[in-house]
């Protein structure tokens, strides 16, 4: 029965990351603008004086442009994800010369541990993560690659405000949750904000 479930699980992650995976370059690069443009006018997003974001990476919702932006702004601090063994940390970045190539081919940023983000740093300020995934329901249900990165990270900082970022054709009827498993506050994809 177990194992059934995980097949099933894998199946239906498999099945969405193909659809993700058939949108072209082109498109992907139009639906993230819409995705970042929706996400500017999220009060979370504006309020937020420090942004943890994920690095994108083969067909996820484009984050590399946007990281730029902000840098060049300097409008909020930004950190960005180190896989560490079986966790992710995320440390700060102020150029795209502090990324290196990391886990899978990810760009990381150096490690540093004056740069690390830790409950100090979320002290007396508002912070937002964006969180990547394979596949997402309307009720905020999301799957990611299987590795549990994200959900271990957001039990360890359960202030943090998140928003998920998706595109359209990752959206599902109903997503397999587990207990362990944390639904995004918000999911934004090219089309619209699931709240």
Partial sequence: MEKKAFSSKQE?????????????????REKSAKIWEQL??????KQAQILLVYMDYRSEVMTTGLVEELIASGEKRIF????EGMDIQFYEVSGM??????YQGIREPLKDSARLFTDKVLQDTQALILVPGAVFDRERGRMGYGKGFYDRYLAAFPKLHSIALA?????????PVEAH??????????TEVIR
Avoid: H, M, W
């Fill in 12 to 28: 239906l992650r498999t099945r969405y990351l193909n659809y993700r995976n058939n949108l072209s370059v082109k498109e992907r």
């Fill in 40 to 45: 500017k006018n999220e009060d979370t997003f």
């Fill in 80 to 83: 960005a994800p180190k896989v």
């Fill in 97 to 102: 010369e502090d990324f290196e190539e990391g």
């Fill in 167 to 175: 595109f359209e054709c990752q959206i599902t009827r109903k997503v």
């Fill in 181 to 190: 498993d944390i639904r995004p506050d918000l999911i934004i994809t090219d």
